[in-house]
């Protein structure tokens, strides 16, 4: 390989998936990175992948085909690799072989459906950036009355504030109506096309119209479709 092709250290790890970028450059200050049998002193280093690269004695090689899978995640799942409450993870509905993988673009533990995983870094950047625009849809069943205005304001944009930072956040949905009053009450079905994955977007938009998210699922992430696919099953496409 040419010098040209050379890279840092941590980013030739997290593409191997191994872990993360910030993960490997902790892994490296701990000295538990090794490149030819010598511990690595300093994050800036780069290697081609001809090296013998090791962390923590496990040799490491860079992923040349990427993979991606389809989990039907149920609600009460984190994704997260560890839960500091103890609460169960995506990662426990997989096998050990499977435990490394990247979930792109996270569902909170209360929203299910469709969640893709890779074992490339880079297929779960190009995913989730916002400049893709990939689309993303979901079945939202909602309580209250629904108003009118809430289909054509969220695709001009609906600035709410963030309880955080104060400051107004913009967001742009494709909202339609799925099914209507399902059962006694108001409950109906809202379908939101989304495209730039912001965090909690449905709820924050539903909680701006006064109404009340009862079940979020996710069925579709660009091309790939949750069908019926049963809860916490999953399978390489």
Same mark, same amino acid.
């Given at each position: 390989? %040419?010098?040209? $092709?050379?890279? /840092?250290?941590? +980013?030739?790890?997290?593409? #191997?998936? &191994? =872990? ?14 090794? @490149? ?16 013998? @690269?090791?962390?923590?004695?496990? $040799? ?5 085909? #990427? ?5 039907? +995640?149920?609600?009460?799942?984190? =994704?997260? %690799? ?7 993870? @995506? ?10 993988? &990247? ?14 995983? %890779? ?11 916002? #400049?893709n625009k990939i ?5 939202? /069943? ?16 609906i600035a709410i +504030?963030?309880?955080?930072?104060? +400051?107004?956040?913009?967001? &742009? ?19 939101? %096309? ?10 924050? @938009? =539903? ?6 998210? #009862?079940?979020? /699922? ?20």
């Amino acid at each position: 390989m %040419t010098e040209q $092709k050379k890279e /840092r250290l941590a +980013k030739f790890i997290a593409a #191997s998936g &191994h =872990c993360s970028r910030r993960k490997a450059e902790e892994l490296i200050a701990q000295g538990l990175v090794t @490149i030819n049998g010598r511990t690595v002193e300093g994050p800036v280093t780069l290697v081609d992948g001809s090296e013998d @690269i090791e962390v923590d004695g496990k $040799k490491i090689e860079k992923i040349i085909h #990427s993979r991606i899978w389809i989990l039907n +995640k149920p609600m009460g799942y984190v =994704c997260t %690799t560890s839960d500091e409450k103890g609460r169960p993870t @995506i990662y426990d509905l997989l096998p050990p072989a499977l435990k490394n993988l &990247h979930y792109i673009g996270r569902l909170d533990m209360n929203s299910e459906g469709l969640l893709l995983l %890779t074992n490339s870094p880079e297929v779960k950047l190009f995913y989730e950036h916002p #400049s893709n625009k990939i689309p993303r849809e979901y079945l939202v /069943r909602i309580f209250g009355e629904i108003p009118n205005k809430i289909f054509t304001q969220s695709k001009k944009g609906i600035a709410i +504030k963030d309880r955080e930072t104060g +400051k107004n956040m913009v967001y &742009h949905a494709d909202i339609e109506l799925h099914k209507a009053n399902e059962g006694t009450g108001k409950n109906n079905w809202l379908k939101f %096309t989304l495209r730039e994955g912001k965090n909690r977007e449905i709820r924050r @938009i =539903c909680e701006h119209y006064g109404l009340q998210v #009862s079940k979020l /699922r996710r069925t579709s992430f660009g091309e790939f479709r949750l069908g019926s696919l049963e809860h916490g099953k999953f399978f390489e496409v």
